[in-house]
């Protein structure tokens, strides 16, 4: 006899001597398969995650080098028309 999952994948080969799965089979089948595709569901889950913390330091750094940036360029705007103004 194949497992239950696999079972429940297939068209059924039926253990009951009548021919017919049981009721408990089906939910057993059924159950394993809804187990299998929310671990595949979680999976994705926590990779987006791991993708959204990436992308959230990967701005905040962007931001802050940004910031940087506009000071040296504050900078040396004012160290130009300081010189600019000496003459």
């Known amino acids: 006899m194949s497992n239950y999952k696999e079972m429940s994948k297939k068209q059924w ?10 009721n408990e ?10 187990a299998d595709a929310t671990e595949l ?3 994705n889950f926590l990779k987006l995650q791991s993708e ?3 992308l ?8 802050e080098e940004n910031d940087r940036v506009k000071r040296s360029a504050n900078s ?11 003459k």
């Not at 089979?25 to 809804?34: D, N, S």
């Not at 959230?56 to 931001?63: E, F, K, M």
């Not at 040396?76 to 000496?86: A, F």
């Open 13 to 22: 080969k039926v253990t009951s001597q009548n021919g017919i799965p049981t």
């Open 25 to 34: 089979e089906i939910q057993t089948g059924c159950l394993q398969r809804i």
């Open 41 to 43: 569901m979680a999976t």
């Open 52 to 54: 959204n913390e990436y």
């Open 56 to 63: 959230r330091g990967r701005n905040q750094r962007l931001y």
């Open 76 to 86: 040396y705007k004012g160290k130009y028309n300081r010189l600019k103004n000496q």
